[in-house]
């Protein structure tokens, strides 16, 4: 009885690279390389949280922030342009597996998330561009750098386990030879 790594690892279920996390179309990178994606994700989405959080009305209002905004911006425009990056990179993970989701007509942790931060920002958007007023980019973007340490927490304990399943699974050896041997079948003891 012959067997190949793959089939070992589907039956002793350890998903695939593209099963991971709602990454539909991972196949062929290594988990590694997804884990360092997600990381590298958190990593600008945190980063631009902090400046966003503080030009925002909490920075200002609550946590007492008072340095004007970079080159003369008002605070909003200042904002939209520091949460691109978060939106653009770091959440796009979410709005393609909202996409995907909603095209096999399902819902989940994707369209909750997107839709989240979607709402927030494209909101804060059309504020900014009418005129100003109060914005939610903060919102959008702490919570985008929220959940991409989640997901990039998550990533990292599934990696460590598929990494021990697939070490015990090449502990077994590639060819198995099935001895049959007939017991003797047990008469009755003797009355």
Known sequence: MEHGGHEMAAAAGVPSAHKVMGHGDAAGISMDSMVADM?????VAATFSVPILLWSPIGR???????????????????LL???????YSSWIFFDGAARALRART??????????IGAGWLYSLVVTLTGGGDTFYEAAAVLA???????WL?????GG???????LLNLAPPKATVIATVKPSRSPPPA
Do not use: C, K, Q, Y
């Open 107 to 116: 819902l989940d942790m994707m369209v909750l998330v997107a839709v989240a």
């Open 82 to 88: 520091l949460s691109l990056p978060v939106i653009f």
């Open 161 to 167: 386990a598929n990494d021990a399943i697939r070490t």
């Open 39 to 43: 990381r590298n994700r958190f990593l």
């Open 145 to 151: 750098a929220f959940v991409l340490l989640g997901h």
């Open 154 to 158: 998550e990533m990292r304990a599934r």
């Open 61 to 79: 209002n609550v946590l007492g922030f008072t340095a004007a905004a970079p080159f003369g911006l008002r605070d909003d425009i200042s904002l």
